[in-house]
């Protein structure tokens, strides 16, 4: 028997789960909804935290509609990962880690996603493009745009 009481765990990962539909909700995950499971859940609030912490799936951050990720693993990079970040955030105008004042894009670095014959490689919204050059972003980069402009 433990000399401090701890908190009986959770049945059937009900956290996760919560933290999960959050997520769905909002797109990522608000303090004021983080507060709100714990007390509905009856766990300690850094309990969330340390689960909401550990899943990189979850942000405290308002994200984007869509993600680009820009991989900066030594393939990408060598071959021109780094110039491809640095025009994704001039075109953005946006830091890698940002997301965009309309919240269309969240622009992220990954370091290797598998693919590393294709480098340079970035992912948007899942999405594989490789041996990338600068002049390519434009057109991937459409998909990032509000519908109606889109359409033009
Ligand atoms: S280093 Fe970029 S895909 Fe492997």
Redesign the pocket.
């Known amino acids: 028997m433990p000399l401090i009481a701890q908190p009986l765990p959770l049945p059937g990962g009900a956290l996760l789960a919560r933290l999960h539909g959050i997520n769905a909700e909002h797109g990522y995950l608000p303090e004021e909804a983080l507060r709100g499971a714990a007390d509905e859940l009856q766990v300690p609030l850094s309990q969330v935290y340390s689960a909401a912490s550990f899943y990189s799936a979850f942000s405290f951050e308002p994200r984007g509609r869509h993600t680009i990720h820009a991989?900066?693993?030594?393939?990408?990079?060598i071959r021109g990962?780094d110039k491809l970040l640095e025009k994704l955030e001039a075109t953005l105008g946006v830091k890698a880690g940002e997301t965009t004042a309309d919240r269309l894009c969240t622009l992220e670095t990954?370091?290797?996603?598998?693919?590393?014959s294709?480098?340079?490689?970035i992912r948007v919204d899942g999405d594989t493009y490789g041996r990338l050059k600068a002049s390519h972003l434009p057109r991937i980069l459409k998909k990032c745009r509000p519908i109606e402009e889109q359409e033009v």
């Open positions: 991989c900066q693993g030594t393939a990408c990079y990962g990954v370091y290797c996603v598998g693919s590393c294709m480098a340079p490689v």
